[in-house]
C-alpha cells in the first residue's frame, strides 16, 4: 500500500509564493523542505548574499538560532534515560553557582528587593523553561534587573554573537550573582533555561556539551555539518545573515562569511541558539522525532521519553504572559512548543517543534506524519512569525494528498 505523498501543482505553488519573497529582495534566499511520509521536496532559492551571484545551495550551512532549543533538550533526556539525571531532583548538586536563589517581589523591584526562592530549581524546570528567569519582554531598561542582564551578557535580549559571549564559567558565575524573576516552577520564562540545560548536560556528561551532542545525537543521525562553529573548509557554504530596517526598508548586514561570529569555536556552546545546521541535517533530526526516538537501527530516545517530550507541561497559569511566544494556542513541552488546539491550517494539536530569531522555523506533525524545515537568512523582526514562516506552512499543509 502507497502513503500519500505531496501534489505536484501544491508544490509548484509553493515555489511560486516563496520566489516572490527573494524577488521582492525581501531576503537574498532560502531553503525550504516538506516531507510528507516518503516524499519528500526542497526548494533552494535566491542568493547566499545581497549583490553576490553564489547561488543558495541545499547544503547551505544555516545559524539556525532557537531551534538547537530541541535537540539539546534530546540530550537532556538522553541523560535521564541513563539515570544520571532525573527530572525532579534538584540542579545544585551539578550547578552549585545556581544554589540559595533570591527572588525579585516584582518584576520592577531594584535587585536587592527580594524574597527567598520557595524550592530548588529540578531538571524538569529547566526543560519546561519553568526555572524563573529568562527573557523579559520589554523595551531596553524599563526594569533594573535587564541592565545586568545586557552588562553580563546572559543572552535572551537580542540576536546572538557566539564569538562574542562570555566563557561558559564566568557566564554561570554571572547568571548565579542575578536575583530570579519568578519563584522556580511558577511559569513559561523563555531562553535563559535551554543555557543552563546546556552547561548541566557538559557537567553531567563530563563532556563539553558540543562533543556529547556530536557523540550521541549528530554522529548517529548523520548529521555531519551540525556544529556550535563553521571550520574554515566549510566557510563557503554560511550565507550572509541580515536585519531588516525599518527606516530604509531595506536588509542590513548582521554577520558574513568572512567574518563571522561563528567561525571560531564559541567561549559558550548556546544550548538555547547556538547551532549551525544543514536543512538536511535538521530533516535527520526531525524524522527521529517523528519515528519516535529511532533512527534506523539506532534508537537515540525511547518513544516513551519523545512522548514525555512533545506533550503538554505546563498549566494555564504557567503559560500565562508568554502569548507572545506561544500564543494563544500553543504551549510548551520539553525543550519546543506543542500546539494544543486547531486555528490555523497549520496548526494541529500535537504538532511540535520551534522557530529561531535568524530566521528559522521547524516543526513536526505526528498525526499527518508531516515535516516542515524553512531556513532563511533574515532575522525575525518580533516574537510573531513573519509572513514567510505563516505563507511556508500554509503552503506545505496545503500541499499534502
Known sequence: MSMAGLSKPRLDRMHQVLSGYVERNEMPGLVALVGHHDDVHVEALGTMSVGHPAPMKRDT???????????????????VEECKLRLDESIEAWLPELANRRVLKSISSQLDETVPALRVITVRDLLTYRMGFGSVMAMPDTYPIQKLIREYRIGGDGPPRPSQAPGTEEWLQKLGSLPWMAQPGERWMYHVSADVLGVLIARASGQSLGR??????????????????????????????????????????????????????????SGGGGLVSTIDDYFAF???????????????LSRAAVELMTSDQLTPAQRTGSEIFLGAYGSWGFGMAVDIQRNEIFQTPGRFGWTGGLGTTAYTDPA??????????????????????????????????
Open 61 to 79: 550551512i544555516f545559524r539556525i538560532a532557537s531551534i538547537t532549543k530541541p535537540i539539546v533538550a534530546v540530550a537532556a533526556m538522553i541523560l
Open 212 to 269: 556529547f551532542m556530536r557523540e550521541r545525537i549528530f554522529d548517529p543521525l548523520g548529521m555531519k555539518d551540525a556544529a556550535f562553529h563553521v571550520p574554515s573548509e566549510k566557510i563557503d557554504r554560511l550565507p550572509a545573515c541580515y536585519s531588516f530596517n525599518r527606516q530604509t526598508n531595506t536588509l542590513d548586514l548582521y554577520d558574513d562569511a568572512a567574518n563571522s561570529a561563528w567561525r571560531p569555536e564559541p567561549p559558550f556552546e
Open 286 to 300: 526531525s524524522r527521529m522525532m517523528l519515528n519516535k526516538g529511532q533512527h534506523g537501527r539506532e534508537q537515540v
Open 368 to 401: 499527518e506524519r508531516l515535516i516542515g524545515i524553512l531556513f532563511t537568512q533574515r532575522m525575525m523582526d518580533s516574537p510573531e512569525p513573519p509572513k514567510v514562516f505563516t505563507d511556508f506552512w500554509t503552503l506545505a499543509y496545503g500541499a499534502m494528498e
